[in-house]
């Protein structure tokens, strides 16, 4: 089967640094993803890994290996408008999303 | 720029009623989707669309229909509902083209089966 896994929720403090990690087990890879979704609100588009590595952007960064299986999101800086969840996401080989169920960040004070 | 919407916001229907759930975009994406949330578990694909005049099933098609009969509009039918598909159902949409093909959301249904 296609199994997506993400922590339930993670805790972090205003201005620090959070990792979010997503482990992934697919039929084909053809792309990973990554959305932010508020409580009540619709997922919005945060970042997209195809090959291994590193990629930027702004306060938020995510990372990709093949070969694990792995990826993460990490955000920087952070601020009490980050408090969300957190969605990772594969295109498996039917060009089709599988979907974590989400990790929520809270951010304290 | 709307982008997608869906109506209704919310909907509080009784068990063995049909219902629609309307979803536009004006983006002139080839594809869309419907997607279903539930607590506790991740979005999970419903049916979609890759073309006007196609449809295909998700992984969980049982109750629901759709149709496409243009680029911008995909209505998700429920024949009878049942209260398991109480649930915030999503469309999306995408361009369906290059590598990345990002999907994008309308701001979603909430729907209460009784």
């Known amino acids: 089967g296609q199994n997506i896994d993400q922590p339930t929720e993670m805790t972090a403090t205003e201005g620090a640094i959070v990792q979010i990690n997503c482990t992934y087990q697919?039929?084909?890879?053809?792309?990973l993803f990554w959305y932010q979704q508020h409580a009540g609100e619709a997922p919005t588009f945060l970042s997209y890994?195809?090959l291994d590595g590193l990629e930027e952007k702004g306060r938020f960064s995510s990372f990709l290996s093949r070969s694990k299986g792995y990826s993460y999101l990490l955000l920087k800086e952070l601020q009490m408008k980050d408090s969300a969840s957190y969605l990772c996401?594969?295109?498996?080989?039917?060009?089709?999303?599988?979907w974590g169920a989400g990790t929520k960040l809270i951010i304290k004070p | 720029i709307a982008g997608i919407t869906q109506a209704p916001t919310s909907q509080i229907l009784a068990a063995g009623r049909r219902m629609t759930l309307r979803c536009t975009q004006d983006?002139?994406?080839?594809?869309m989707y419907w997607y279903r949330q539930d607590l506790g578990l991740g979005l999970r694909l419903i049916h979609y669309?890759?073309?006007?005049?196609?449809?295909g099933k998700g992984e969980v098609p049982d109750g629901y229909s759709v149709s496409r009969a243009n680029t911008d509009d995909f209505p998700l039918t429920l024949a009878s509902a049942v209260p398991s598909q109480t649930s915030v159902y999503f469309c999306?949409?995408?361009?369906?083209?290059?590598?990345?093909?990002?999907?994008?959301f309308g701001p979603g249904t909430r729907l209460t089966v009784l």
């Open positions: 999306a949409s995408s361009e369906l083209a290059g590598s990345t093909d990002t999907q994008y």
């Open positions: 983006m002139r994406h080839n594809a």
């Open positions: 669309s890759n073309t006007a005049g196609t449809t």
């Open positions: 697919t039929s084909g890879f053809n792309g």
């Open positions: 890994n195809v």
């Open positions: 996401a594969v295109r498996d080989s039917n060009y089709q999303l599988i």
